[in-house]
């Protein structure tokens, strides 16, 4: 079974910039497509962008086109979001999950969630 565990997450002033890690372990990554999800306070778990199991297709929600880039490295079994531009409203728990789809451009997840890592972006 793979597991996934975020990282990299933290307090940034609007306008800043974070990098979100991925790792998995247990099984070889190269073989799943990840993707990323946010849940904010009182708001349902959303998703936020997605990558092919060998980094040649992604996939973001609109809130984030243009400022966050994912991106995988196989050979690390790692995937990484990387977040610029953030906003007061990007403050959110983020999660990684190896089962998704893509319906209609919306990203869902159907596997188990890790704890994930909390971003906050304040002044």
């Known amino acids: 079974q793979l597991q996934l565990v975020e990282s990299g997450g933290g307090l940034v002033q609007p306008g800043g910039s974070l990098r979100l890690t991925c790792a998995t372990s247990g099984l070889s990554s190269v073989h799943y497509a990840i993707g990323w999800f946010r849940q904010a306070p009182g708001k349902e778990r959303e998703g936020v962008s997605c990558i092919g199991n060998n980094g040649g297709s992604t996939n973001y929600a609109d809130f984030v086109k243009g400022r966050f880039t994912i991106s995988r490295d196989n050979a690390q079994n790692t995937v990484y979001l990387q977040m610029n531009s953030l906003k007061p409203e990007d403050t959110a728990v983020y999660f990684c999950?190896?089962?998704?789809?893509?319906?209609?451009?919306?990203?869902?997840?159907?596997?188990?969630w890790g704890q994930g890592t909390q971003v906050t972006v304040s002044s």
């Open positions: 999950n190896s089962r998704i789809t893509v319906i209609f451009g919306k990203i869902i997840a159907v596997g188990s």
